[in-house]
Nanobody, 121 residues
Framework: VQLQAFGGGFVQAGGFLRLSCAPS????????MGWYRQAPGKRREFVAS???????KYADSVKGRFTISRDNAKNTVYLQMNSLKPEDTAVYYC????????????????WGQGTQVTVSS
């Protein structure tokens, strides 16, 4: 597993959760990072992304409710999810297009193992 995601759980509609994702090894730096999700029977879809400089993008379905942020010193990305809806129920995955280990080795298109978010109505 290249990235590890944490923070999923079960919450009622209108509630909130905060996801975090960090690499599992000794990383020198990570490029752009993002969150995706996959609901049962559906394709994986984009949720949010953030560049190393802090520029963000969001899917229309989560704009105004979700906030992506990152701590470059910790090589960690976060997803604050507020006003959750049942349709937000999915497995959430983090991703980076590349990261560089302390050894100098690069990994490309890295994914986490996913964390389950369930929102009840």
């Amino acid at each position: 597993v290249q990235l590890q995601a944490f923070g999923g759980g079960f919450v009622q509609a209108g509630g909130f959760l905060r996801l975090s994702c960090a690499p599992s090894g000794s990383i020198l730096n990570i490029n752009n990072m993002g969150w995706y999700r996959q609901a049962p029977g559906k394709r994986r879809e984009f949720v949010a992304s953030i560049t190393t400089g802090g520029s963000t993008k969001y899917a229309d379905s989560v704009k105004g409710r979700f906030t992506i942020s990152r701590d470059n010193a910790k090589n960690t990305v976060y997803l604050q999810m507020n006003s959750l809806k049942p349709e937000d129920t999915a497995v959430y995955y983090c991703n980076t297009d590349w990261m560089r280990y302390n050894s100098g080795h690069y990994e490309y298109d890295c994914w986490g193992q996913g964390t389950q978010v369930t929102v009840s109505s």
